[in-house]
T-cell receptor, first 114, second 113 residues
């Protein structure tokens, strides 16, 4: 059974700092991995999706990498801003019969202090 | 949340009552999903549907029911059999193709007392 772990559970940084959020998964047979952002009391916003054949994806100040063989992904946020404060979730889609479902980590709560 | 709407945003019910949560989409996506989110836990899949008139149980389907009579709509009923229904409920959709990227609605917070 796929399990997704996100470390750290919470992170507080000063504005302007570059930071890395970590995601690990136990079964490397994945189809893709998706990073989301969730603001308090809101739904999830998709940030980046990395296919299993890709090594990284970039969108603005965000860069996500994937090392499928080691079961790891990182989300790099450059020049963090207070508006980046939110919970960040990663989710993997397994390849094979259940490839329509996502398995989620519990998230990293990021606070960027002005 | 784009083209996915969930209503109502907040819902209050007495224990023992069934309640139906609405999810509508205008993205023309084939697949729709219902998740439950509790504090300190990841999202857990309740039900999903890949096409009209077909749906599958997720990891925590007990005490819930769904229907998929139209492509645009995937309502979730929380029955009185659900032991702990108070939670934040999220609906999601996905198009087909190579990515099957999921998109989420704004959520419904259900409180049962």
């Amino acid at each position: 059974k796929q399990e997704v772990t996100q470390i750290p559970a919470a992170l507080s940084v000063p504005e302007g700092e570059n930071l890395v959020l970590n995601c690990s998964f136990t079964d490397s047979a994945i189809y893709n991995l998706q990073w989301f952002r969730q603001d308090p009391g809101k739904g999830l916003t998709s940030l980046l999706l990395i296919q299993s054949s890709q090594r990284e994806q970039t969108s603005g100040r965000l860069n996500a990498s994937l090392d499928k063989s080691s079961g790891r992904s990182t989300l790099y946020i450059a020049a963090s801003q207070p508006g980046d404060s939110a919970t960040y979730l990663c989710a993997v889609r397994n390849s094979g019969g259940s490839n329509y479902k996502l398995t989620f980590g519990k998230g990293t709560l990021l606070t960027v202090n002005p | 949340d784009g083209g996915i709407t969930q209503s109502p945003k907040y819902l209050f019910r007495k224990e023992g009552q069934n309640v139906t949560l609405s999810c509508e989409q205008n993205l023309n996506h084939d697949a729709m999903y219902w998740y439950r989110q509790d504090p300190g836990q990841g999202l857990r899949l309740i039900y999903y549907s890949q096409i009209v008139n077909d749906f599958q149980k997720g990891d925590i389907a007990e005490g819930y029911s769904v229907s998929r009579e139209k492509k645009e709509s995937f309502p979730l009923t929380v029955t009185s059999a659900q032991k702990n229904p108070t939670a934040f409920y999220l609906c999601a959709t996905a198009a087909g193709g190579s990515s099957y990227e999921q998109y989420f609605g704004p959520g419904t917070r259900l409180t049962v007392t």
